[in-house]
Structure formats: C-alpha cells, structure tokens
C-alpha cells in the first residue's frame, strides 16, 4: 500500500511540475525526449519526463552526447588530456615556454589540433604564457581553464 502511494506521489509530481512546460517541447534531453520529440502536448511532455526519470538516462545522454544531449566540449571536460597536463605540468610549462617540444606536441595532438595550425597554436600559447601560468602553485585544472580563455579570445 505505501509503495503505491508512493507511486501515485510522485507521477502527480510529475504532472505538476511539467505543467509549466504545456505547449512547449522543452523536456530536456534523454529517452523520453526521442520518444516524444514534436509532441508538445502536457501529457506527451509528461511522459517525456517520466520516461527520463524513470530509465535515468539523462547522464548516459550527457556523458556520452546522445539522446538529444548536448556534451560539454571544453578542454577541462577531457579526461585524456585532464590526466595528461596533471602527471606533465612542469615539462608542458617549459614547452608553452620555448613554443615548441615534445609535451607542447602530445597536448596539441590530445587537443586534435591540425599538424597545419600546430605552428599558430604553439605561438599563441607561448604568447599568452603569462596569462596561462599566472603563478607558481597553479593547478593543472586552472592552466587548462585559462589555455581555453586564450584559445577562445581569437
């Protein structure tokens, strides 16, 4: 008894917050928004959202940029190249430095920056050292958040 009250609960939840979305197709991303796509109708936006939280899929969708999810696309969402800059921090600092050797070479592969513009991105880099590096007790985290603040202002 107190597992469908608790059913009944949160379906009426449900229908109460997806309310506010009627005639919108807004339902977010995952399965249920797949299903239901173009259906802007309470009840299809209703099951949409049901049908996400129920499957919990939502995070397979952003993790991986499917089911209508977005991924993140920044530097410091990629694993690869996260675990790459932490174990490689003073050396990439050095070639940052220099504009040019083997960590700056491996980053900017981990990056998939063209070979063509690999010379435009060493440079860049080099000349924005001081604002990548802006201390010396700077994390591998803030060096790839401010590498994407330097890349992102051309």
């Not at 009944?8 to 109460?16: D, E, H, P, R, W």
């Not at 220099?98 to 010379?119: H, K, P, Q």
């Amino acid at each position: 008894m107190k597992r469908l009250i608790i059913i009944s609960t949160v379906i009426l939840m449900a229908f109460a917050m997806s309310a506010a979305y009627a005639n919108q197709s807004n339902t977010g991303c995952g399965l249920g928004s797949v299903i239901f796509k173009g259906k802007n109708g309470l009840v299809s936006q209703v099951l949409a959202v049901t049908t996400n939280a129920t499957f919990g899929n939502i995070t397979f969708g952003i993790t991986s940029g499917t089911s209508n999810c977005q991924q993140f696309s920044g530097i410091v969402s990629n694993e690869r190249i996260n675990t790459f800059v932490a174990h490689n921090l003073d050396n990439l600092a050095i070639d940052i430095a220099r504009g040019s050797g083997e960590y700056l070479n491996t980053f900017a592969v981990l990056m998939d920056v063209r070979e063509t513009e690999r010379a435009s991105f060493y440079s860049k880099l080099q000349g924005n050292f001081s604002r990548i590096f802006t201390s010396q007790e700077i994390t591998y985290d803030q060096v790839l958040r401010n590498i994407e603040t330097v890349l992102s202002s051309s």
